[in-house]
């Protein structure tokens, strides 16, 4: 308590105390105060990892007590372990060292970035200019761990799909320089199985999308025609299935809520569509979002709220959201941003992040609640 007490004043942030969210076994209040917590535990960078794994826990729906100083301490970091005092680049030959990078923190594309996020941990992956797949991650609050090469010796010219499932269980799919579809998967910062081919041939990107053990692929044949695959965790796909009715020229974008898949598409008309339904059931048919763009959607989900993200003919990047079973609440601009590529989203909880290529071609982030104010492009 002295440690947190001395932190909080230190940044000047107001004093509240850990027991508004939780009691001393680190079962959460009915009622916890998770707006002073944020405030907290975003300005300091979870410099007391015991108080904000218990916001984490707390606000995010995880009602298991926090990982905190004693299991982090000197261990390697890694999703479920949201410390500052973890061994990012640990020394075989002495003391770890300590910070927020485990892999280069320098990354170039010419590409949009896939992103996808569970509980509170977020990964992005692209493909550098060699066409090399990397991906970095970071837990709700903290800076990116740096980019790492996913192993298997992957390549792509399209952007990749991501799909997080479970605590930090990632699907990573490609399509490869072949035109087929590939898939790596494994627990994020531990070594990949390596790429194995899906059995469907394409001239763009694909989509992923996660909910609970489920995950879904959505893609287009080299026609133009709309498929989606999808599976349980530890089982297999169970077969493409065509989504008639709407051609598109440009890579699908998936949001999963529950076993209920949205999907949504560029027409060739330049409008946005999106279709939706069951998996392994019909779905209802493609309907117009009221959204003119030249680029593909993004989209993301988490508990029963959806985000489509995407960006005009003028390169301002916009964002649309709806809970389950509910009309979208309108487009929303996020300023100050030009792109000329698919941006990408993540969404933790109803905290939204964005990440958009400018057109300088240096990779950009914004965040905040879906329907109020963002923090800006950084």
């Given at each position: 308590?002295?440690?947190?007490?001395?932190?909080?004043?230190?940044?000047?942030?107001?004093?509240?105390?850990?027991?508004?969210?939780?009691?001393?076994?680190?079962?959460?209040?009915?009622?916890?105060?998770?707006?002073?917590?944020?405030?907290?535990?975003?300005?300091s960078?979870?410099?007391?990892?015991?108080?904000?794994?218990?916001?984490?826990?707390?606000?995010?729906?995880?009602?298991?007590?926090p990982?905190?100083?004693?299991?982090?301490?000197?261990?390697?970091?890694?999703?479920?372990?949201?410390?500052?005092?973890?061994?990012?680049?640990?020394?075989?030959?002495?003391?770890?060292?300590?910070?927020?990078?485990?892999?280069?923190?320098?990354?170039?594309?010419?590409?949009?970035?896939?992103?996808?996020?569970?509980?509170?941990?977020?990964?992005?992956v692209?493909?550098?200019k060699?066409?090399?797949?990397?991906y970095?991650?970071?837990?709700?609050?903290?800076?990116?761990?740096?980019?790492?090469?996913i192993e298997?010796?992957?390549?792509?010219?399209?952007?990749?799909?991501?799909?997080?499932?479970?605590?930090?269980?990632?699907?990573?799919?490609?399509?490869?320089?072949?035109?087929?579809?590939?898939l790596n998967?494994?627990?994020?910062?531990?070594?990949?199985?390596?790429?194995?081919?899906?059995?469907?041939?394409?001239?763009?990107?694909?989509?992923?999308?996660?909910?609970?053990?489920?995950?879904a692929?959505?893609?287009?044949?080299?026609?133009?025609?709309?498929?989606?695959?999808?599976?349980?965790l530890?089982?297999?796909?169970?077969?493409?299935?065509e989504?008639?009715?709407?051609?598109?020229?440009?890579?699908?974008?998936?949001?999963?809520?529950?076993?209920?898949l949205?999907?949504?598409?560029?027409?060739?008309?330049?409008?946005?569509?999106?279709?939706?339904g069951?998996?392994?059931?019909?779905?209802?048919?493609?309907?117009?979002?009221?959204f003119?763009?030249d680029?593909?959607?993004?989209?993301?989900?988490?508990?029963?709220?959806?985000?489509?993200?995407a960006?005009?003919?003028?390169?301002?990047?916009?964002?649309?959201?709806?809970?389950?079973?509910?009309?979208?609440?309108?487009?929303?601009?996020?300023?100050?941003?030009q792109?000329?590529?698919?941006?990408?989203?993540?969404?933790v909880?109803?905290?939204?992040?964005?990440?958009?290529?400018?057109?300088?071609?240096?990779?950009?982030?914004?965040?905040?609640?879906?329907?109020?104010?963002?923090?800006?492009?950084?």
């Amino acid at each position: 308590m002295t440690r947190w007490v001395g932190i909080a004043a230190l940044l000047g942030a107001a004093l509240w105390a850990p027991s508004a969210l939780a009691d001393g076994n680190g079962k959460c209040n009915p009622t916890p105060n998770c707006n002073a917590a944020k405030t907290f535990c975003f300005g300091s960078l979870d410099l007391d990892p015991i108080t904000c794994g218990v916001y984490y826990g707390c606000c995010y729906g995880d009602p298991s007590p926090p990982i905190g100083d004693g299991d982090c301490r000197n261990q390697p970091c890694g999703p479920g372990c949201p410390s500052d005092l973890c061994a990012q680049n640990p020394d075989p030959g002495g003391p770890g060292t300590f910070g927020l990078t485990q892999g280069s923190s320098a990354f170039s594309t010419d590409l949009a970035v896939g992103s996808a996020a569970t509980g509170n941990l977020t990964v992005e992956v692209g493909a550098d200019k060699q066409g090399r797949i990397f991906y970095s991650w970071w837990n709700l609050g903290q800076g990116g761990h740096g980019w790492r090469e996913i192993e298997g010796q992957g390549q792509t010219n399209a952007t990749p799909a991501v799909a997080l499932v479970g605590r930090k269980y990632l699907f990573v799919v490609v399509k490869g320089a072949d035109g087929y579809l590939y898939l790596n998967q494994g627990d994020v910062a531990k070594p990949f199985v390596g790429w194995q081919r899906m059995g469907f041939q394409s001239r763009l990107a694909p989509g992923a999308a996660a909910s609970g053990k489920l995950t879904a692929v959505v893609t287009v044949d080299r026609q133009g025609k709309v498929f989606y695959n999808w599976w349980a965790l530890g089982e297999g796909g169970r077969g493409w299935q065509e989504l008639d009715g709407r051609p598109t020229d440009a890579a699908p974008a998936a949001a999963l809520v529950g076993s209920y898949l949205f999907v949504v598409i560029k027409g060739l008309d330049g409008s946005l569509y999106l279709n939706q339904g069951a998996l392994g059931k019909p779905f209802v048919g493609w309907q117009r979002m009221g959204f003119q763009t030249d680029v593909a959607p993004g989209a993301t989900s988490a508990g029963n709220i959806s985000v489509v993200v995407a960006k005009d003919k003028q390169g301002r990047i916009f964002y649309n959201w709806w809970p389950i079973a509910q009309g979208g609440r309108g487009w929303q601009e996020l300023p100050r941003l030009q792109t000329n590529v698919a941006p990408a989203a993540a969404l933790v909880g109803n905290y939204l992040f964005v990440m958009a290529r400018g057109r300088d071609g240096k990779l950009y982030l914004n965040q905040g609640d879906v329907g109020k104010p963002f923090v800006g492009w950084k």
